[in-house]
């Protein structure tokens, strides 16, 4: 007979049940891979007869006492998919105390907590993986941990946010309104009743203090990337992206400077030739340079029940192989380096400003005055017609520096009459 | 002290230099995931006197007999970059014999005598890893291998050959012709002297043997691919395809139909928003349907020294990493299936048809009259202006069985006067 690797499940929604149907049905494979049956043998559940059906299809014993399976001494892996805080951090640091170990796709829990979490599994030589907190069917988190290890990654780019995503996609391609792209995507399901986590960009800054720790080994608070979502990007940016031969693309993005990085959110220009540019719909993708590998994609999809358990399935074999090698307790990611901010001075980047100038002799004048004061540069400069007493100046800047560029926007903003409407990073060189 | 882990090279190219340049450069990041130091000791060279300068820079020890590093006990790993079918494989068995470590770049041997090879490290408990023989700087191989065990994988498409997605990238952006592409990538270094393995499809297809054998376990022989280059591609071609919203990419394909796999290599039709089309000059990309993770893809150089060298280090820290756990000997790819070939009549694609015909009366209807016979509907029809005495006509049919195609081409062939000028598979529905 095999040996049987058992499962506590916390959680039996969606992505919940997903996780049992895929090791019933790839129970050969994992068989042939592992040596061991993996199976979901208990399930904490919040209404035991609204899942009955389910626990019964699958075989699993449900509970509302966490106890249950945290106090069974058989079930040797805890997967958490109940999501948000508290109670998922409790129950995991308790399985981790009682030396079970942890699965989880908890990515908000993971990027405010994971270092203490990284830690307690260190202490009680637990293997705690976390695949599908970030870009959910990408496997990138063991990409950046296995093959780059011989390499040094200087910048990750990444649309991280499936959701935002989407919603852009219609704005950019169907000349969707902020508001229609955003009730089509909660129609589809993509986006929650309350989507401020993905349209302020507050999801994305989770997958990208995760990703910061497995490509340059620095644990960085919430506190510490600097975040700015989609919500209200005007449709007049998006057109005039598209007339200058960008995509909008929220991106995640984390880049090394010496010895520092900088991490942000926020939306950008993305020449229509970068390979993040044709990332559409519900897609996420990760982008990497590094010295050895050079550029780098991985793409697909983002979230979605199916592609989040096959990722935890993944993790869960990863665990079942390190049990029958005896090699458990290592982290997933072992690389540790001291946390490091680099300074607006360092920060360098195209820019796209968009301004509302009254309509009057001279206004170009003074906003060429300015920016040249400041040691800014154009790349290009669009001056919209007029509508009434204001035009709009569209201007992309050479690279220069957040310090100067802060300079400029201040004495701006001090000395004239111009509105800046909206500013965003324009990525390339 | 650390622990010293001794590499022996065979080969001290390009991409052989970047080997010792790549972990001096790395090693402290090496150490604290490893354990260890790991150092090239010796390499194996044709002429001691042509690599003095980089031995002494390196401290490698120059050999010219194979056997300074066979028979040195100290020696655990022996990596090969010699390249070619003799006497590489002769070495590497040699090296496995000895219980040594084997760490190798050479697609053209690991897909004709991969099988072989693999089974002589499991009788000898040996690791042996040749990421860096499909996809350069990409890490396909072991993304499939681990992450993909809970997925099944139904169609790999790849864009695994470099040189020709060069040759092709200027073909359909500057419209140059094939010879000039040609001579552009050979100037560049990306085309061989004698371009024959890239150019005629080989290459892409030993490639695709490997990614076979991951994706679906099965043992491919390279008679068993059906193989078609893009030597002489026309540019009418190249032109209709654009006209029609297609790019054309030498695409690797390994799809699965029920429990046997078809695997071919040709250019084809590419919808322009699918994720291949954007993958442009010297890059490789591979991209998988599953039915757990949906669609995703891997991107990155296909070759180059540095990305290479790269990936071959990352296999060195993986038998590293082995070595100090005491889990050396065990598969790269563990992942086996009885070898199926899919039939003619359950091979289903939209396929591109190029004819020349008579510019006469009753022509077309002819054309359409075979084509109903056989069973084979047209997606889209264009009839180009007649040059002279002849016309020609473009169709892409819709889904059809490679049988039912060939049916109606081979009729076409018999009872007309048309000529076949190209026809190539559209991906998509």
Chains 1, 2 share one sequence.
């Not at 509302?64 to 069974?72: A, E, F, P, R, V």
């Not at 030589?125 to 970030?134: I, K, M, P, R, W």
């Not at 982008?287 to 989040?308: L, Q």
Request: proline share 3%; with cysteine; aromatic share 6%.
């Amino acid at each position: 007979m095999k040996e049987k690797l058992k499962i506590g499940l916390l959680g039996l929604g969606v992505v919940g049940s997903g996780v049992p149907e895929i090791l019933i049905a790839h129970q050969e494979k994992i068989r042939q891979v592992t040596g061991m049956d993996i199976v979901v043998e208990k399930a904490f559940v919040r209404d035991i007869e609204a899942k009955r059906a389910l626990g019964d299809a699958f075989n699993i014993q449900l509970t509302t006492s966490i106890n249950d399976i945290l106090d069974d001494p058989e079930i040797s892996i805890v997967v958490e998919l109940m999501g948000k805080i508290e109670p998922a951090k409790t129950y995991i640091s308790q399985a981790l105390e009682k030396g079970k170990h942890v699965v989880t796709a908890n990515k908000d829990l993971l990027a405010q907590h994971g270092g203490e979490l990284v830690a307690l599994a260190q202490k009680t030589h637990c293997d705690l993986y976390y695949e599908a907190s970030v870009a959910g069917g990408i496997p990138i988190l063991r990409t950046i941990a296995n093959s780059l290890a011989a390499d040094d990654i200087t910048n990750v780019l990444g649309i991280v946010n499936g959701t935002t995503n989407y919603m852009l996609t219609k704005m950019v391609n169907d000349a969707k309104t902020y508001e229609d792209a955003l009730k089509e995507a909660q129609a589809l399901g993509f986006a929650e009743s309350d989507p401020t986590n993905d349209v302020d960009g507050i999801d994305a800054a989770y997958k990208m203090v995760i990703l910061s720790q497995f490509a340059f080994g620095m644990n960085i608070s919430m506190e510490q990337v600097s975040v700015k979502g989609i919500r209200g990007l005007a449709l007049e940016d998006v057109a005039m992206a598209k007339q200058l031969g960008y995509e909008i693309k929220l991106i995640g993005a984390s880049q090394k400077t010496g010895e520092s990085i900088h991490v942000e959110v926020s939306p950008m220009f993305v020449p229509k030739k970068h390979p993040l540019a044709s990332v559409s719909n519900e897609y996420n993708a990760v982008f990497i340079e590094s010295s050895g590998v050079g550029e780098s994609m991985y793409y697909g999809p983002g979230a979605g029940a199916k592609p989040t358990a096959t990722s935890v399935v993944s993790d869960l074999i990863t665990i079942a192989k390190n049990i029958r090698l005896k090699t458990t307790g290592h982290m997933f990611n072992a690389y540790r380096h001291e946390t490091l901010l680099t300074s607006d001075e360092e920060i360098f980047s195209k820019y796209y400003l968009s301004l509302e100038v009254p309509d009057e002799k001279g206004q170009f004048l003074k906003l060429a005055e300015i920016m040249n004061q400041a040691d800014v540069s154009f790349d290009q400069v669009v001056q919209q017609k007029s509508e009434g007493d204001t035009a709009r100046v569209i201007v992309i800047t050479h690279r220069t520096s957040k310090k100067k560029l802060d300079a400029a926007l201040e004495k701006i903003k001090k000395s004239t009459a111009f509105t800046l409407l909206n500013t965003m990073k324009v990525l390339g060189d």
